[in-house]
T-cell receptor, first 114, second 111 residues
């Protein structure tokens, strides 16, 4: 049973560019959440997707958008990249009907903006 | 959401018991206390969750006093592989799966 997978592992982009990160949830999970983790800090909630719709959103600008597909996989898109967007982007999955605070995280995508 | 306060860092030696305390003075009646562990370059991993008194699993124990304004994560006989950041989270299980992380406690286990 594969856990949460993310791609790519690492990514280097230039300011102003756009990036798409991908996530496949753990088998049986229907809810996907995205988090941004800056170096030395705890993860910060970006948004959550369920039934292909954004269910909750954290304090992130509209440059951050997402999508969930019928197979529950998800994408995170970031437009007009800023240097401050450099971080580890984590995807977490859970069953919506399950215990809220037990989420399964992927290994993350390390994004570097130069 | 209740704010949590925990030590920035702790040092320990192999074989010792480690206790990490988290303060959450404004915890609400419906809030649960959850701990996650994160190794470098990996995503956080759920360790344990509790509401009151004591919870124990194969990894750790969680002690919650009657007033629930604090909690203590206890790691028995730590090894070098327990070196990680430990996060204390407090929130309503009906809050829609949004996790609010603080800065965490960086535990360094030395030989």
């Amino acid at each position: 049973d594969a856990g949460v997978t993310q791609s790519p592992t690492h990514l280097i982009k230039t300011r102003g560019q756009q990036v798409t990160l991908r996530c496949s949830p753990k088998s049986g999970h229907d809810t996907v959440s995205w988090y941004q983790q800056a170096l030395g800090q705890g993860p910060q909630f970006i948004f959550q997707y369920y039934e292909e719709e954004e269910r909750q959103r954290g304090n992130f600008p509209d440059r951050f958008s997402g999508h969930q597909f019928p197979n529950y996989s998800s994408e995170l898109n970031v437009n007009a990249l800023l240097l401050g967007d450099s971080a580890l982007y984590l995807c977490a999955s859970s069953p919506l009907a399950g215990r809220t605070y037990e989420q399964y995280f992927g290994p993350g995508t390390r994004l570097t903006v130069t | 959401l209740a704010k949590t306060t925990q030590p920035i860092s702790m040092d320990s030696y192999e074989g010792q018991e480690v206790n990490i305390t988290c303060s959450h003075n404004n915890i609400a009646t419906n809030d649960y206390i959850t701990w996650y562990q994160q190794f470098p370059s990996q995503g956080p991993r759920f360790i344990i969750q509790g509401y009151k008194t004591k919870v124990t699993n194969e990894v750790a124990s969680l002690f919650i006093p009657a007033d629930r304004k604090s909690s203590t994560l206890s790691l028995p006989r730590v090894s070098l592989s327990d070196t990680a950041v430990y996060y204390c989270l407090v929130g309503d299980n009906n809050a829609g799966n949004m996790l609010t992380f603080g800065g965490g406690t960086r535990l360094m286990v030395k030989p």
